[in-house]
């Protein structure tokens, strides 16, 4: 079991029509976020850099970079990219932003994602208050925190035979 560090790595996806408040998520908590690394399914990512870009500019200040690494959109394998990162325990919580009034095309990469979000037991925020909780946390700030994973070695074994 690999034991969280400091600086985390945070998992950020939404459904197309979460993306902007997503985006202004981000932005909102950019200072806090900054000290950890950021990866996106790609339009996501491309959609918090132009927001944090665009704001940034409007307001005439720089906000701390945010180290952003964008996967292929979502539908394109980013789901997936995501879920192996996940299975390797490289993701340290994920942020996904989903719509729960609109039926989604890929689906089915949706649920497999947060199928191993759970089966890894990764601390996720399915909308804007529970990301504000995980992040407020103190736990999040934790470097010793290890989140405890079930060991199905067992059933790995069962599957074997």
């Given amino acids: 079991m690999k034991e969280m560090n400091r600086q985390k790595m945070m998992a950020l996806v939404a459904h197309d ?3 902007h408040d997503l985006a202004e998520w981000v932005d909102w ?3 806090k ?11 996501t990512g491309k959609i918090v850099e132009e927001t944090l870009l665009n704001h940034s500019a ?6 701390p970079a945010l180290d952003i ?11 997936q990219q995501l879920g192996a990162l996940i299975a390797d325990e490289r993701i340290s919580a994920l942020i996904f932003f989903w719509d729960p009034m609109s039926a989604q095309p890929h689906d089915v990469d949706v649920k497999a994602l947060l199928r191993l979000a759970t089966l890894y037991n990764v ?8 990301a504000d909780f995980l992040i407020s946390s103190p736990l999040f700030e934790e470097e010793d ?11 790995i074994q069962r599957s074997l035979k």
Avoid: F, W
């Avoid at 409007?58 to 906000?63: A, I, V």
């Avoid at 690494?69 to 789901?79: E, I, Q, V």
């Avoid at 925190?145 to 059933?155: A, E, L």
């Fill in 33 to 43: 976020l900054s000290k950890h690394r950021i990866v996106c399914t790609g339009t």
């Fill in 69 to 79: 690494t964008r996967l292929k959109s979502g539908p394109l394998g980013g789901d």
């Fill in 145 to 155: 925190y290890t989140p405890v994973v079930k060991d199905y070695t067992d059933y």
């Fill in 17 to 19: 029509n979460m993306k």
């Fill in 29 to 31: 908590n950019c200072e």
């Fill in 123 to 130: 601390p996720t925020a399915v909308n804007r208050s529970t």
């Fill in 58 to 63: 409007s307001h005439h200040y720089e906000q």
